[in-house]
């Protein structure tokens, strides 16, 4: 069988390109992992700026970043504050920025979690 230099040219390249996807597969988990809780604390604000942030409850939205000043967009400890109210419904907070997405879902009382993670609008 007769293989011809760019046959192998191109085998190589995308072999390349392959290690290269690799490598930046691998530095986003260590930035997730690194940067990403799971869990909301009090103080973790409800806003991303460009992107979609919202608080919901039973898949309603309750409140939705529309260009807020940054002072007046509410805090994870806001949201509890609204499901304390209403806690038998589900709670939950969504944040889709240019390069991450995350979900949370109120479990138990000041408890929110992590349940869903993305690459985000990018």
């Known amino acids: 069988m007769h293989t011809s230099i760019f046959a192998e040219t191109r085998i190589d390249a995308y072999s390349g390109e392959d290690t290269q996807h690799e490598a930046v597969v691998t530095d986003y988990k260590r930035y997730w992992a690194r940067y990403i809780t799971h869990h909301l604390s009090d103080e973790d604000i409800i806003g991303v700026g460009f992107g979609h942030a919202s608080i919901t409850r039973d898949g309603v939205p309750v409140f939705e970043e529309d260009g807020q000043d940054p002072d007046m967009l509410p805090t994870a400890a806001d949201a509890e ?25 109120r479990e138990d009382e000041g408890r929110w979690v992590l349940y869903r993670r993305g690459y985000g609008l990018s």
Do not use: G, K, Q, T
């Not at 609204?82 to 969504?94: G, T």
């Open 81 to 105: 504050r609204m499901a304390r109210v209403e806690p038998h419904c589900d709670w939950r907070i969504h944040l889709v920025s240019l390069r991450e997405e995350r979900h949370y879902r």
